[in-house]
C-alpha cells in the first residue's frame, strides 16, 4: 500500500512538473516560429499542425518534459497495481496543484481567489480518499474488457483528432479531456494485463490490454502536446485529470473489485466527486479571462503568462 501510494506520488509531481515544462516549449516554440515569419503552423480553424507539435516536441525543455512523463509513467503503472485506481488516479489529479504552482513562477500565471478556491478542493478531495481508501481489486481475465479498452482508445484518438481540429483555437479542453480518458485507458489496461507477474512475454505480447498501453500512452501525450499549444496550461491539466479519474474510478469499482473501508464508503465517494469538481473548476477557470487581464491595454507576451 505505500509503495503504491509512493509511486502515485512520484507520478504526480512527474507529470505536475512536465507539464509545466511542455507548455513553456510548446509556447517558445510557437513565439519563435512567428518570428522567424513561418507559415503553415496552424489549420484553418487554428488548430496546430503535425509539423508544429514535432517542432515543439524537439525542444529542449519538451525533451526533459517529456522524461519526466516518463518518471510519471512509471509511477502511474506501479501504482494501478498495488492500490485502488479510485485512489491512485486521484492522487495524481493532484499534478493540477504542481502545475498551477509551477506556473506562477515559470509561465507568469496569474492566480486568482476562485483558482485558489478550486485547487484547495482538489487537497481536501485526496486527503478524504486516502483516509477512505480500502484494498485493491484484482485483474480481470475477461477478454471483452481486453479487447474493450484497445478498441475505445482507438475509436477515442480517432474522433479526438476529428474534435480538436473542428474545434481549432478552442479545442484546449477537449483534447486535455480527451488525453486523460485515454491515460485512463492505459491505467486500466496495467490493471488488467497478463504476463507481467510473472515475466511471460508471449503472453503480455498476445495480450490486447499490452498494445493498449502503447497506444493510449503514445495518444495521450500527443493530445496533450496539442492541448498545451491551444490554451491555458491550468485548463488543459485540468481537463485531463477529469477524463483521467472518472473512468477508471468506476471501473476499478465496478469490475475490478476495488473498495472503501468499511463504513466510509461516504467519504470515499464524497472525496472523489470533490476531486473531479474542483478540476472542472479550475479547467473552466483557467480558460476565462480576469477582468484585470481583459483591461490591460498592452498586449503580454503569451510566453510569460502561459497563454491565460
Given at each position: ?21 511542455q ?7 510557437a ?26 516536441v ?14 510519471g ?29 509551477l ?5 507568469g500565471?496569474r ?13 481536501l ?12 481489486g ?13 478498441v ?23 483534447a ?72 477508471p474510478?468506476i471501473?476499478?469499482v465496478?469490475?475490478?473489485g476495488?473498495?472503501?473501508r468499511?463504513?466510509l464508503?461516504?467519504?470515499?465517494i ?13 479547467a ?25
Amino acid at each position: 500500500m505505500l509503495i503504491g501510494l509512493f509511486a502515485a506520488l512520484l507520478a504526480c509531481v512527474g507529470y505536475g512538473v512536465g507539464s509545466v515544462l511542455q507548455a513553456y516549449a510548446a509556447r517558445r516554440s510557437a513565439a519563435a516560429a512567428q518570428e522567424r515569419g513561418e507559415v503553415g503552423q496552424l489549420t484553418e480553424t487554428g488548430a496546430p499542425t503535425v509539423a508544429s507539435t514535432v517542432a515543439a516536441v524537439l525542444t529542449a525543455a519538451f525533451i526533459v518534459g517529456s522524461v519526466l512523463d516518463v518518471v510519471g509513467f512509471v509511477g502511474n503503472a506501479v501504482s494501478a497495481r498495488l492500490i485502488p485506481l479510485f485512489l491512485s488516479q486521484t492522487i495524481m489529479s493532484a499534478n493540477l496543484i504542481v502545475t498551477a504552482v509551477l506556473g506562477i513562477f515559470v509561465l507568469g500565471i496569474r492566480l486568482h481567489l476562485r483558482d485558489w478556491v478550486a485547487i484547495c478542493s482538489v487537497v481536501l478531495a485526496l486527503a478524504a480518499l486516502g483516509g477512505a481508501a480500502g484494498h485493491e481489486g484484482g485483474g480481470s481475465d475477461d477478454p471483452v474488457l481486453h479487447w474493450g479498452v484497445l478498441v475505445a482508445s482507438l475509436l477515442l484518438f480517432g474522433v479526438s483528432q476529428l474534435v480538436v481540429r473542428r474545434l481549432g483555437s478552442r479545442g484546449a479542453v477537449a483534447a486535455g479531456l480527451a488525453a486523460g480518458m485515454l491515460f485512463g485507458a492505459l491505467a486500466i489496461a496495467v490493471r488488467i494485463v497478463q504476463g507481467i507477474d510473472p515475466l511471460d512475454v508471449p503472453t503480455l505480447l498476445a495480450d490486447p490490454a499490452a498494445w493498449t498501453i502503447a497506444i493510449a500512452g503514445i495518444g495521450g501525450f500527443y493530445l496533450h502536446t496539442v492541448a498545451l499549444q491551444l490554451g491555458s496550461v491550468n485548463g488543459a491539466t485540468a481537463a485531463l485529470v477529469v477524463g483521467e479519474t472518472v473512468i477508471p474510478g468506476i471501473i476499478g469499482v465496478l469490475v475490478l473489485g476495488d473498495t472503501s473501508r468499511p463504513g466510509l464508503e461516504w467519504l470515499a465517494i464524497l472525496g472523489f466527486f470533490l476531486a473531479i469538481a474542483g478540476a472542472v473548476a479550475v479547467a473552466v477557470f483557467g480558460n476565462l479571462p480576469h477582468p484585470e487581464d481583459e483591461s490591460t491595454t498592452d498586449k503580454p507576451d503569451p510566453v510569460a503568462v502561459g497563454g491565460e
